[in-house]
């Protein structure tokens, strides 16, 4: 079976550019999960989706960041203007259900704002 | 606030040198507690979910258990191909909004042959 697949697995670009991070979840999932790994802060929650509706974004760290669900198979997490600070790892992960069901990750997309 | 704590920050471990590693954690709510190992440029990895204190979970040379404040992750022998970092999260229990986890930092781990 095929896991969560995030693209592109690495974007460089400037800062004030537009930057656009795709997931797509394993088919059945219903809840999809966008976190950001930097060496400072670790692994962390940005927002996550319950059958494409947002159900929690208060970390998403400011109005630049904004994430959607179009469909129970696609997601995007989007940065405009992007930052220098903004540069880390960024996670899209899926799962079945909650509390026993754990969240299968993706391999990333290694972000780096110039 | 909720918060995990885990420790060491690294380990260096010879082959076949059993240890443990440490994660504390303080919550509202304990919904689950999982153990994740990830490799270089890679995600996370789930390996355990646990709910309750005294449950335990064992797969080839890992084990974990749980009690009310901190949960271990025992590696017994350990051999090169078990060497990544070992991440802690928790899921908390409370009304609406609780479903995405709250990580520790991790505990990178090395095994030397």
């Known amino acids: 079976d095929a896991g969560v697949i995030q693209s592109p697995r690495h974007e460089v670009t400037e800062m004030g550019q537009e930057v656009t991070l795709r997931c797509k979840p394993i088919?059945?999932?219903?809840?999809l999960f966008w976190y950001r790994q930097t060496m400072m802060r670790g692994l962390e929650l940005l927002i996550y989706?319950?059958?494409?509706?947002?159900?929690?974004d208060s970390g998403m760290p400011e109005d630049r960041f904004s994430a959607k669900m179009p469909n129970a198979s696609f997601s995007t997490l989007k940065i405009q203007p992007s930052e220098p600070r903004d540069s880390a790892v960024y996670f899209c992960?899926?799962?079945?259900?909650?509390?026993?069901?754990?969240?299968?990750f993706g391999d990333g997309t290694r972000l780096s704002i110039l | 606030e909720d918060q995990v704590t885990q420790s060491p920050e690294a380990l260096r471990l010879q082959e076949g040198e059993s240890s443990s590693l440490n994660c504390s954690y303080t919550?509202?709510?304990?919904?689950?507690l999982f153990w994740y190992r990830q490799d270089p440029g890679k995600g996370p990895e789930f390996l355990f979910t646990?709910?309750?204190a005294g449950e335990e979970k064992e797969k080839e040379r890992l084990k974990a258990t749980l009690t009310k404040k901190e949960s271990f992750l025992h590696i017994t022998a350990p051999k090169p191909e078990d060497s990544a970092t070992y991440l802690c999260?928790?899921?908390?229990?409370?009304?609406?909004?609780?479903?995405?986890?709250?990580f520790g930092k991790g505990t990178h781990l090395i095994i030397q042959p």
């Open positions: 999260a928790v899921q908390v229990a409370s009304g609406g909004g609780a479903d995405g986890l709250t």
């Open positions: 088919s059945g999932h219903d809840y």
């Open positions: 989706f319950n059958n494409n509706v947002p159900i929690d």
């Open positions: 646990l709910y309750s």
């Open positions: 919550v509202s709510g304990l919904r689950g």
């Open positions: 992960a899926s799962s079945p259900g909650t509390g026993e069901q754990p969240q299968h």
